[in-house]
């Protein structure tokens, strides 16, 4: 199974975790919330086969530590995995909204023209940040645990885009509309571990009624665009 989006570093016992997980065979991108957090974790990760870390700065996180901006930078080449970065303009993130979008704007700039994938968040913010993705020709996106309007989708599509789901998605009304708007190689399956309750991948196929092939080779399609890009 691939997991694109799991915070393992926050689960009890990471390192049995991810044991379990490499032995099962399954791919699994480990989000950051800060670039200290992927410098502490990544001597335990680069051994793995099947296990990649990302290097991040949450949105929630970035206003009270910008002084993490240059190690950011200086981390940048050592992993192809970005994320968690993005934007959230929910009650919660509406107090550092400016910060966000100078500090954001700056990962962007360091970001553009490189071969990585890049997981975001854009709570209440998808608009916003899906423009400033454009503003800076970002490519290789996974828009993850989406919620925003449902006719921001075509576009994030055209842009070749792609859209990481979880269970707690398959189950809620809104999560469902979503999902029946997007193309069926645009999705890839996350868990969001461990900040959400309905985590099960198995489940989530289930529900999708898709097959762990067709992730897989969704997946695939997306790693070889950072391969291939010249």
Not at 40 to 59: E, N, Q
Request: glycine share 6%; aromatic share 8%; hydrophobic share 35%.
């Amino acid at each position: 199974m691939i997991d694109t989006h799991c915070h393992f570093d926050m689960i009890p016992h990471p390192e049995a975790f991810l044991r379990q997980r490499e032995q099962a065979g399954d791919i699994v991108i480990g989000m950051t919330n800060l670039p200290s957090h992927f410098k502490m974790g990544f001597p335990h990760v680069k051994g793995y086969k099947h296990i990649r870390l990302a290097l991040g700065l949450h949105p929630l996180l970035a206003s009270e530590n910008k002084n993490e901006l240059p190690l950011f930078n200086r981390l940048l080449d050592q992993t192809s995995y970005i994320g968690e970065i993005g934007l959230d303009f929910s009650k919660e993130g509406l107090p550092t909204r400016d910060d966000q979008v100078t500090i954001l704007r700056k990962l962007l700039e360091k970001l553009e023209g490189k071969k990585k994938i890049i997981s975001v968040h854009s709570r209440k913010a998808e608009k916003e940040l899906f423009n400033l993705l454009c503003e800076y020709n970002i490519n290789n996106v996974i828009f993850h645990w989406y919620s925003g309007p449902i006719d921001l989708i075509p576009s994030i599509i055209a842009k070749g885009y792609y859209f990481s789901v979880n269970e707690a998605m398959t189950v809620s009304k809104n999560g469902q509309n979503i999902i029946d708007r997007i193309p069926r190689d645009r999705i890839l399956t996350e868990s969001d571990a461990p900040y959400n309750n309905k985590a099960n991948i198995s489940k989530t196929l289930i529900n999708l009624a898709m097959s762990e092939d067709v992730i897989n080779y969704n997946f695939k399609k997306l790693i070889a665009k950072i391969r291939n890009s010249n």
